[in-house]
């Protein structure tokens, strides 16, 4: 019995201790409300709809936190603030320009075509979302044009190129064209022994630009397949040239094969010599001709880029040109390319101040590339190019000639760039 009374003692001192540390825990320890997880996740969803604001609004007019006080904030919430990176918006607001960009291409260049539209909607079109014209010799199919027109920001346009645009004019003499094939072939001359090449020098030389599709527009910017832009275009090519009175324009520029073009510039000089009124007042004389005249140095524009005046190339003066050209039968009886056409038309036609070189577009074609000199000029345009390809300043090229016409200081750098 002693026991038992001795055993309920110890159990009521025991209940008489806890309950004093009950007490005195309970007033001397502040109490913490441990979060539910639907407070973390409410707390996270305010911080993404408000990012880098707590999960409270701000009062109205209140400054936004200092950079210090961002700083602080990541030190206590472990989340930094994004910064703003300046980036233009997808699409660029204002007026467009009646532009287009254009693309003679065949069913089977669908994928290397595909490739030059990515590179121009990556780099500039995504931006401003101009039209673009397909052009072809035969019709294109259901691929083309469902692969086409999936990869352009704006509308695509397709046209078939008339008949008597991509084959022999009648005063051409075809076995006569025909000899001048054979002997080009043996003696290896690029394109030399190629029908269909010569189609479409003509035709990129005289017609494009009077397809009835390309009458609906004032500007065009020529993409062929394959093509590369190193460098983000964040202002309209378009306006620019418009708004500085431009009409023709280029990022490369070379001498031609010489044996393509023998008779090239004794045509140019009876086209002159016909029609003085189409001359310009202050032409490129200088940038295509060492002699004021007399010969040809074979310096052109490198063509497969050109933004340029569709109204211009309409016009009488390119027209009477073409024309001249054409009745002479370069293009069959020898290898006439578009390119020296269009360059030796812009330079006679145009004054200098007419033609603009984009030395900020950054550019491929095989085999070469342009690629900006400016160092700051590539890193403001984030450009991935590698300036030791730029091809401007190398002996083949006719870019400082170009250079020294306009009395224009070459960019810094240049010398490290030459050959």
């Known amino acids: 019995m002693a ?112 490739r030059s539209i990515r590179q121009v909607e990556d780099r500039f079109n995504k931006r401003f979302n101009y039209d673009w014209v397909f052009l072809n010799d035969k019709p294109f199919d259901s691929n083309f044009k469902k692969v086409t027109t999936a990869l352009v ?65 004032e500007w065009y910017w020529r993409v062929e397949p394959s093509i590369e832009l190193f460098c983000d275009i964040e202002y309209d090519t378009f306006k620019y040239m418009a708004d500085h009175g431009k009409k023709y324009s280029f990022v490369l520029s070379l001498y031609e094969y010489v044996e393509t073009i023998p008779t090239l510039w004794d045509s140019v000089k009876k086209f002159m010599k016909a029609h003085p009124e189409h001359l310009a007042a202050n032409p490129s004389m200088a940038f295509l001709s060492d002699d004021n005249g007399d010969t040809y140095n074979h310096c052109h524009f490198w063509s497969n880029f050109e933004i340029g005046n569709l109204n211009w190339l309409r016009s009488p003066a390119y027209t009477d040109y073409f024309n001249a050209l054409d009745k002479d039968g370069g293009f069959f009886y020898e290898r006439w390319g578009d390119a020296p056409v269009h360059s030796v038309g812009a330079g006679l036609l145009l004054n200098q101040s007419e033609i603009h070189f984009f030395e900020d577009i950054a550019y491929y074609h095989v085999p070469f590339t342009h690629c900006p000199t400016s160092e700051k000029t590539r890193l403001d345009n984030k450009c991935h190019c590698n300036p030791k390809d730029n091809f401007d300043w190398k002996g083949y090229s006719c870019t400082a000639r170009y250079f020294d016409m306009k009395k224009k200081e070459k960019p810094e750098g240049y010398e490290t760039q030459m050959d």
């Open 3 to 114: 026991g038992t009374t001795r055993y309920l003692r110890y159990i009521v001192f025991a209940f008489l201790g806890l309950t004093v540390l009950y007490f005195i825990s309970s007033s001397s320890i502040p109490q913490t409300q441990i979060p539910k997880a639907t407070d973390y996740i409410k707390d996270s969803a305010s911080k993404w709809k408000n990012p880098g604001q707590g999960s409270q609004a701000s009062a109205a007019g209140e400054d936004q936190a200092t950079s210090a006080g961002q700083d602080e904030k990541a030190k206590a919430t472990g989340i930094s603030e994004a910064p703003s990176t300046g980036l233009p918006p997808a699409k660029d607001a204002g007026p467009r320009m009646n532009a287009t960009f254009v693309s003679l291409a065949r069913n089977s260049d669908v994928w290397d075509i595909a």
């Open 153 to 217: 920001s704006g509308t695509t346009r397709y046209g078939e190129i008339p008949s008597e645009h991509w084959s022999f004019p009648d005063f051409i003499d075809q076995q006569k064209a025909k000899a001048v094939r054979e002997d080009m072939a043996e003696r290896k001359i690029i394109y030399g022994d190629s029908v269909s090449y010569r189609h479409m020098c003509r035709y990129e030389s005289g017609f494009f630009f009077q397809h009835p599709i390309m009458h609906e527009y």
